[in-house]
């Protein structure tokens, strides 16, 4: 092992504050049957709170060897029980995702001491679908997404500024030109997990998993 850094020795690690709060509390019994509202709820609550980028979330893919990688998305859609996020299908998740198409979605919001995750298998939503979801895109993120090679190596920053200039003019020029890849993918959750942090350690933990005609609620152990 070298140096460790000044702030990251496990001294300085153990001298920051986690789940200080003040944090709200949640009464799971006031829950409603279906995790599609409490989201909604939560994430009111995260604006509420004034959390920056309150739909960003982590989402976690498997390589073919069952390797993890995980990576922060911004939720695009949450319908029914499906929570959408939108990507290059070439991107290491979009080839991971044709490889096994699982996922795991995790919110975290501090100021609140919440955390949210869904897992369920994934689906790909039809080519209009994902064509208007680019198509909603600024110019300049329609042009990043024109160049389709997320996740290639890049040789240096001037190139990708090149390209980058190149395709924002060609999605300037052409507002109806969508990318090849881009793909809308929906995560149909089979769970959805509700977690409340408490100062003293009594977190509350709220688990949803979908059953015949709805959703069974279980609470678990912290
Ligand atoms: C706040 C935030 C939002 C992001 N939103 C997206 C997104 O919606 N779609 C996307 O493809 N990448 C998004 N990214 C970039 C990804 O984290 C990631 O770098 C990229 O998708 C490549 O991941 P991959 O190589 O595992 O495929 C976002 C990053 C951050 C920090």
Not at 38 to 61: C, K, N, Q, Y
Not at 95 to 106: D, G, I, R
Request: proline share 7%; net charge negative.
């Amino acid at each position: 092992m070298g140096l460790m850094g000044e702030i990251t020795s496990a001294w300085s690690l153990r001298r920051l504050p986690s789940l200080a709060g003040p944090l709200p509390s949640f009464d799971p019994g006031s829950a409603p049957p279906d995790p599609d509202a409490l989201f909604d709820r939560w994430l009111a609550d995260a604006i509420a709170a004034g959390v920056v980028e309150p739909h960003a979330m982590t989402l976690s893919t498997v390589d073919p060897a069952g390797r993890p990688s995980a990576r922060v998305l911004i939720l695009k859609y949450l319908r029914d029980g499906h929570w959408a996020f939108a990507s290059g299908s070439a991107s290491r998740k979009g080839k991971e995702l044709a490889n096994t198409p699982w996922a795991a979605l995790t919110f975290y919001w501090s100021a609140l001491g919440r955390q949210v995750r869904v897992r369920g298998p994934v689906e790909i939503a039809d080519a209009a679908e994902s064509a208007a979801d680019f198509l909603a895109r600024s110019p300049g993120a329609r042009g990043g997404g024109l160049i389709g090679n997320q996740s290639e190596p890049l040789a240096s920053l001037a190139e990708r500024d090149r390209v980058l200039d190149e395709a924002s003019a060609r999605a300037c020029a052409d507002p109806d030109l969508v990318a090849a890849d881009w793909t809308v993918y929906w995560v149909v959750a089979d769970e959805v997990e509700f977690w409340q942090g408490d100062e003293r350690r009594r977190h509350v933990r709220l688990q949803y998993t979908r059953a015949t005609g709805g959703w069974h609620r279980q609470l678990l152990w912290p």
